[in-house]
């Protein structure tokens, strides 16, 4: 969710039918409307899931839109068919007209309609999967764009090498390259891998990235496609650049041993679940849901300030029949 500067706001979201990313508009004093031009729509000769996970960021004065999505594309929910999850990508698009016409990070329009092989391709994975329903080997986790109107995307890949954490951005011929934060991560955590994070990207006024990383270990990754992480094992680690990514500074936000200690007073935090209502504690588990405060357009995360982190503890699963699950909300600040 994004706001303009003429107060109109956009929101990007996954069409109910999984067909398409769409973006929708709201001007200060009329209702909400959704954009002619879609975002991206799924390959037209595959049936199952299709784009998620969309991201959104103005550049500098609100002049251009930035979009980044995931991508996960198969042939159908066949049981029994390892059809879900044969292309994966992570993608990239721009607009100088609020969402009306959509270019590459080059400048060049894009051609026909936005299937994930007409835009930017930061990363891509296209193969038959052995599972059934295969976990995402490429995930994104945020997007963000610096005072000259540069993306910078982040994501994680496991393919061909596990846990991967990239920070991917252009080049002064306006080509993407990976800038440090790979490099930066296996000298930190040689032995861990990145996970999934969503909304962990942010940046200040004062020009200072920040990112968040969950963490596990390499050895608990397993098989590609079907990750059977040990959350409790997860450690959360907050890291910070000075220089547009080049290099970063790390520090610890919770270990694998304290994960369920929240890192604003250090208090346990419990989720609760539900069924009958009756209330009945949950396991305590790790950090979920992390979220960081980004600049929506009309607002910018000040100078010199971290930006606030937004989590939930508890259980994080869908719940069952007749269940309601409490967890707790909790909002960070330094």
């Not at 956009?10 to 004093?29: F, I, M, S, T």
């Not at 969503?198 to 020009?207: D, K, P």
Request: aromatic residues 8%; contains cysteine; hydrophobic residues 35%.
């Amino acid at each position: 969710l994004l706001c303009g500067d003429d107060d109109t706001l956009y929101l990007g979201c996954r069409a109910a039918n999984h067909d398409d990313v769409v973006l929708y508009e709201k001007p200060a004093d009329g209702d909400w409307r959704q954009l002619p031009t879609p975002l991206m729509k799924r390959t037209a000769h595959l049936t199952g899931y299709g784009g998620y996970n969309p991201a959104l960021a103005w550049g500098p004065g609100c002049r251009r839109l930035h979009f980044a999505c995931d991508v996960y594309e198969g042939t159908g929910w066949t049981p029994g068919a390892n059809t879900l999850g044969t292309n994966q990508a992570v993608v990239y698009a721009a607009s100088d007209d609020r969402g009306r016409t959509w270019r590459h990070a080059d400048g060049s329009p894009i051609q026909g309609l936005p299937y994930p092989a007409s835009l930017d391709n930061l990363a891509s994975n296209c193969r038959p999967r052995e599972q059934e329903k295969p976990a995402p080997v490429l995930r994104l986790c945020g997007l963000v764009a610096d005072e000259n109107d540069r993306p910078l995307v982040y994501y994680t890949s496991d393919e061909p090498e596990r846990g991967k954490a990239h920070l991917a951005s252009l080049d002064a011929d306006g080509r993407w390259t990976e800038l440090g934060l790979a490099e930066a991560l296996a000298t930190y955590a040689p032995d861990w891998g990145a996970i999934n994070f969503r909304g962990v990207l942010s940046r200040t006024a004062g020009r200072v990235l920040h990112l968040c990383l969950r963490l596990a270990p390499l050895a608990d990754f397993g098989v590609p496609g079907a990750l059977k992480l040990r959350m409790e094992a997860t450690r959360v680690v907050w890291a910070e650049s000075s220089d547009a990514g080049c290099s970063f500074r790390f520090r610890e936000i919770s270990e694998p041993a304290t994960v369920q200690q929240g890192f604003a007073r250090g208090q346990s935090h419990r989720g609760t679940s539900a069924k009958n209502g009756r209330l009945t504690p949950s396991v305590t588990g790790p950090l979920h849901g992390f979220n960081l405060e980004r600049s929506t357009g009309q607002n910018e995360v000040a100078a010199g300030r971290t930006p606030a982190a937004l989590y939930y503890t508890g259980l994080n699963r869908y719940p069952a029949k007749g269940e309601v699950i409490h967890n707790s909300l909790f909002c960070v600040m330094e």
